[in-house]
Structures are given as structure tokens and as C-alpha cells.
């Protein structure tokens, strides 16, 4: 599986198929039990974790909320950059401020994390990855536990860092978001990998219904992305 | 800029009740001392004189052991609470207590005579303990909740073992209650000053590695998608929390309370900060030690322990009701 600079890919599949320990794994965060990922061309494991929080940033589900407020959060984001007196210089700041402008929390920058609502929070979340400036970002369920309103608008802001020139790689369950918001989508079963196809042709082609309608055992000829190597 | 205002008048607040509580940790004991007393003394220089001696070898190195205990104690559970996202942690639950109590009193039980080996037996309990529960749940993975599970085990071990030897060696222990219960009564300059120059040495670690703290803060993948390497950096923070406790019980003996509340009282107002929240913590567990240590000393003679574990009960309760 590739991933193309510059386009939105959604891994979209049953519960328990394995998209967020893809993404995870994708991310350095689980130990690989099988097969390689390349980064730009080179193994994840040659770099080190400040060269890699450059390159890749993720946004995991589940996270503690801190008592600190929206700046101080996407502050933390330029971590990797910060020197051993961790003081930001004004490339930072600057950094920081454009961040929060992108993401629209420029306005909240004083509030206590803890005070905000749960979609103003994930803006604050985001707005933190987008100061870290990487090229890639992997999301976890992004629009989990918020409003049908509160979703399409981090889903925008999600299509705007796109357009900004990040690639993303995020995991949805909502399949109608994923057809909407993606150009292509990754459909997982099982830790499979079952196609990896744009919108239109997987929405015709009919996989969607097989895989969340289906739950039986996998026919030969599909490549587990997670167990065996690449061929 | 209003953050940083809040800090400073916060931390000037605390030195003011600092200068405060030193104040009255020096002038409260079993025999009155006042300012014009001890001027007078420190001015002859008369090292015979009664109230110069009772200064230099009660009072002073009392204020000095509550100032370092208390610092360390609330400072190494500010740490531990924040590397294991744990409100409930305390220096305790990294095995500090139990690994110290256990080994005083086998030192106690093992060579009665020598009782200068009590505190260095119960430093290298603490820290060995913690260490021990470190390697241990890295073994099984690592996680936040490995290690406070592992704490909990071994700490319940260890703590058995204090009872059997207890039962076993009855007479060889008993000197060694107070101990088990805390105090900064009979402690010398000679005790004192190996645990400070560490304590020392903990404080402005944990200091400096507070930024690092509040990125751990946000939580272990986070942190690692930061390029935090969260496993190194959480063994740093649990090596100094067990060195900065580690040390004060050495010398006060099981005080583990002040670890438990002060940081959350810290908390309370100087907001999730761990810049701003280990100051605190640091000034406040000094205060809190020092105004424990003297009201059981000055008026409640002489059920001090006594009341530093009503203190404790009473400040459990109220943190509970505001937090």
C-alpha cells in the first residue's frame, strides 16, 4: 500500500479490522510484527523520534485533557524543534500563531483546555499537529464523540490542512464522510488489506456492502498488510 | 503575559508564608526561645551558651529537615502524579515507603546497635524498590498502568514483610515506630546533609525537566508523536521522584502524605503548568512540613505524629470534597 503526497487516504473497515493499529504502526508506535514501512523512501525504524516528529505527526483517539490553555497546547507541538532549554524562539511563535489561525482557535488562545466543548477541543488537538509542520499527518477517528455539525466542520478544517499541502491518513467510520472527504480509501477486513480504490469506483464496485455486511472468512489472493511481507 | 503574573505573585505568596513558617518553626519547641534571646546568643558566639545550642542542634536542623522533607516529598509527588496520570499517586506508590520502612526495620532487626545505618537502609530500600517496580512493569510493557499495578504488588509485599518482621523481631523495632510514622524530632546536621545536597540535586532536575513533564502530560502517544522517547523520559521522572523521596525519608522517616495532597493543592491553583506546579509544590511542601512539624511540636506536645495524621485525614478529606 501507498500513500501519495498530498491526497486525503481513509482507512475505513469493520471494528477490530486493524485500521488503528495500521495507523499506529504506520506512526512507530507498535512494534511491526511483519513486513517494512518506508517513510519518504527510507525504513521508519533509521529515524530517530525527533527526525521522525518532523516528518510524521499523529493524533491518537483517546488523550488525557491537561489544564493548560489552547496556546500552551499548540506550543507543544513545535516540541521537536525546541532546543535543550526548551524555549520557543520566534520561528515558533510564529509557527504557533499561524497554526492556531488555520485551525480557528486563534480566538480561544487563553481558555483552559478543560472548559472548551469536545469539537473546540479537536480543533485545539489539531491546530497543535499543524504546528508541529509536518508533511504527514495520521488521525485517528478525528470526528468521534462530536455532533453532526461539529464533524463536517473538522472535517473542512481537515480538507484545508490538505489543501495547505499535508498529506493525511486518517481512519473514519463514518462511511459516508469517508466517500466524501477522501480521494482514496483504504477498505480493511480482518488486518487485510482488501482495496485501496478512489470514492466513485469503490462505491460502484461493491466491496463496502461485502465488508460490512459480510463477516466470513477471507478468500485466498488478499495480501495481509499486517502478518506478511509485502511482495 | 496574565499566566506569568499569576506565577510570580503565586510563588512570592508562597515564600512569604515560607519566611512565615520558618519563623515559627525556629521560635516553637519544648523550651522557649525568643528573637532577642537568640540575637544575643548568635552574637556572643558562646558555643556552651544554652539557647546557642539548642539553635544550632535542635531548631535548626528540625526547620532544615521539614523545609528539605516537605520540599522533596510534594515535589516527588507532583512527578509521579503527572507521569502516571494518576490523581491517587503518591511517592508510595512507586514503592517508596515500603522498600524504606522495610529495609529500616530490617536493618533495625539485623544490627540493633547500629542505628546510623537505619537511614542510608531505608534510602537504598526506597530507591531499590522503585527501581525494582520500574523494571518490572517495563518488562511487562511499560505502561502507565503496569507500573502503578506493579507499585501496588510490590509495595503490598514489601509491606508484609514489614509485619513479619515486626512479630518476629518485636524488640529490635520498637525504636524504630517513630520512624514508621514520621518525624523531623532528633535529626542532625550530619543526617540532614547528605539527603539535602540530593534532594538539592533532584529539585533543580525535576526543575529543569518540567517542560518535559507537561508534554508527557498530554498523554504517552502524543508525547511519542512529539519525538518525546516517552519510556526514557518516564524513567528519568520515576528516578528522580525516588531520589527526591528516597531521600527525605531517610531522615524523616514515612511522611508519604505530603507527596499525596500538597501537589494537588498546587494544582488547584496554579492551573497544569508543571513549569509553575513544581515550585509550588516545592515552597508549599516546605510550608505544609514545617507548620505540621511545629504545631505538633509547640502545642500538642507531644502528640506531633498524631497530628501530622490528623492533618492528613483532615486535608484528604477537604481535597476530596474540592476536588
Not at chain 2, 107 to 113: K, N
Request: proline letters at 4%; glycine letters at 10%; one cysteine or more.
Amino acid at each position: 500500500m501507498d500513500v501519495k503526497k498530498g491526497e486525503i487516504l481513509t482507512l475505513a473497515g469493520p471494528n477490530g479490522c486493524g485500521k488503528s493499529t495500521l495507523l499506529k504502526a504506520a506512526a512507530r508506535q507498535l512494534p511491526l510484527m511483519a513486513g517494512e514501512i518506508m517513510l519518504f523512501g527510507r525504513k521508519l525504524d533509521d529515524f530517530s523520534q525527533k527526525e521522525l516528529a518532523k516528518q510524521a505527526a499523529l493524533l491518537p483517539q483517546s488523550r488525557g485533557i491537561p489544564g493548560i490553555p489552547v496556546e500552551q497546547l499548540v506550543l507543544h507541538g513545535r516540541f521537536p524543534y525546541l532546543g535543550l532549554s526548551r524555549r520557543p524562539g520566534r520561528e515558533d511563535k510564529e509557527k504557533v500563531a499561524e497554526a492556531m489561525e488555520l485551525a480557528g482557535v486563534a480566538d480561544m488562545r487563553h481558555r483552559d483546555l478543560r472548559s472548551l466543548s469536545g469539537g473546540e477541543r479537536q480543533k485545539a488537538y489539531l491546530a497543535m499537529v499543524v504546528a508541529q509542520d509536518t508533511d504527514l499527518i495520521f488521525l485517528d477517528e478525528p470526528t468521534t464523540y462530536l455532533d453532526i455539525g461539529k464533524q463536517f466542520e473538522i472535517l473542512e478544517l481537515i480538507r484545508r490542512l490538505n489543501r495547505e499541502g499535508k498529506t493525511i491518513v486518517m481512519v473514519l467510520h463514518d462511511l459516508a464522510h469517508a466517500l466524501t472527504y477522501s480521494h482514496r480509501i483504504a477498505v480493511m477486513e480482518k488486518g487485510c488489506l482488501l482495496a485501496v480504490q478512489q470514492p466513485e469506483e469503490l462505491f460502484k464496485s461493491g466491496l463496502l456492502n461485502d465488508v460490512f455486511r459480510r463477516r466470513g472468512p477471507l478468500g485466498g489472493g488478499r495480501k495481509n498488510i499486517l502478518f506478511h511481507a509485502p511482495s | 503575559m496574565r499566566s506569568w503574573h499569576k506565577g510570580a505573585f503565586l510563588l512570592i505568596l508562597l515564600l512569604c508564608c515560607l519566611a512565615g513558617a520558618v519563623c515559627l518553626s525556629l521560635f516553637t519547641g519544648s523550651s522557649s526561645l525568643s528573637l532577642g534571646e537568640l540575637y544575643h546568643a548568635l552574637q556572643a558566639g558562646d558555643k556552651t551558651d544554652t539557647t546557642y545550642r539548642i539553635f544550632l542542634y535542635v531548631r535548626l536542623p528540625r526547620t532544615l529537615a521539614a523545609i528539605f522533607a516537605g520540599a522533596a516529598l510534594a515535589v516527588s509527588g507532583a512527578i509521579i502524579q503527572a507521569v502516571l496520570n494518576n490523581s491517587l499517586a503518591s511517592p508510595n506508590i512507586i514503592g517508596v515507603n515500603s522498600g524504606a520502612g522495610f529495609c529500616a526495620l530490617l536493618a533495625a532487626s539485623l544490627a540493633p546497635t547500629a542505628w546510623a545505618a537505619v537511614p542510608l537502609a531505608a534510602f537504598v530500600g526506597a530507591l531499590a524498590t522503585s527501581l525494582f517496580i520500574y523494571a518490572l512493569a517495563a518488562k511487562t510493557g511499560a505502561s502507565r498502568i503496569t507500573l502503578v499495578l506493579a507499585g501496588v504488588a510490590v509495595s503490598s509485599i514489601l509491606s508484609a514483610g514489614i509485619d513479619v518482621l515486626t512479630i518476629l523481631f518485636p524488640d529490635d523495632v520498637v525504636g524504630a515506630t517513630g520512624f514508621m510514622v514520621g518525624s523531623f524530632a532528633g535529626v542532625t546536621m550530619t543526617a540532614l546533609k547528605p539527603a539535602a545536597v540530593l534532594i538539592v540535586i533532584g529539585l533543580v532536575l525535576a526543575l529543569v525537566f518540567s517542560y518535559d513533564l507537561n508534554v508527557l502530560s498530554l498523554g504517552e502517544e502524543i508525547a511519542a508523536s512529539l519525538g518525546m522517547r516517552v519510556a526514557v523520559v518516564r524513567f528519568l521522572f520515576i528516578v528522580i521522584a525516588s531520589l527526591l523521596a528516597g531521600s527525605a525519608v531517610s531522615f524523616a522517616g514515612l511522611l508519604g502524605f505530603i507527596g499525596l495532597i500538597v501537589p494537588h493543592i498546587c494544582r488547584r491553583f496554579a492551573g497544569g503548568d508543571n513549569r509553575l506546579v513544581i515550585p509550588c509544590a516545592a515552597l508549599l511542601g516546605a510550608v505544609f512540613a514545617l507548620v505540621c512539624d511545629a504545631l505538633g511540636n509547640g502545642y500538642l506536645r507531644p502528640l506531633n505524629c498524631l497530628w501530622v495524621s490528623y492533618w492528613h485525614s483532615w486535608a484528604a478529606r477537604s481535597s476530596c470534597s474540592c476536588f
